[in-house]
């Protein structure tokens, strides 16, 4: 599975040649993905926007990402009855990573590509997980990834099973 960068602010999540997803990035904090005929907004609220709503096209929430504590690291959320705890770690590099009853499931990071000797962007998933959850980690993402390589990259991604 990859992210494919598509213009400025739009990418596709595709796994081969099949797109599974679309993610716009609107504006600051606020993207709209699109998936099997489903489409969601993502955006920041909260005092100093700390939580991240994903809500469907009629406005009901699907995800709400809450600090776990107020002076917390850790964010954790509840979707289709699961609940899963978000961190952010270096491992070597900058990865955020979502856990379930402390089963790692889902990561997004930079690594190093020694071959080339430049960044790549990491996506390790451990099982399937609901595509919404990839539209999560790569709104999240994304700008870390866009800090990182600039506007006029080739996006390398791995799959690591």
């Not at 909260?46 to 009629?58: A, L, M, N, P």
């Not at 009855?81 to 955020?96: D, S, V």
Request: one cysteine or more; proline letters at 3%.
């Amino acid at each position: 599975m990859e992210w494919k960068k598509l213009s400025e602010m739009e990418y596709a999540l595709c796994s081969g040649s099949d797109q599974l997803g679309r993610l716009v990035k609107d504006k600051p904090g606020h993207s709209t993905f699109t998936a099997e005929q489903e489409s969601y907004q993502l955006h920041r609220t909260g005092t100093w926007r700390s939580h991240t709503v994903i809500t469907d096209i009629q406005g009901k929430q699907v995800l709400e990402l809450k600090p776990e504590k107020w002076y917390a690291n850790k964010y954790i959320f509840t979707y289709d009855g699961c609940t899963y705890l978000l961190g952010y770690r270096n491992n070597p590099l900058y990865e955020i990573v979502v856990t379930c009853e402390g089963k790692e499931l889902l990561a997004y990071g930079l690594a190093h590509d020694h071959t080339v000797n430049r960044l790549s962007i990491r996506i390790m998933e451990h099982s399937s997980q609901p595509i919404v959850l990839h539209a999560l980690l790569w709104h999240l993402f994304e700008p870390i990834a866009r800090e990182n390589f600039g506007d006029n990259v080739v996006w390398l991604l791995l799959m690591l099973a």
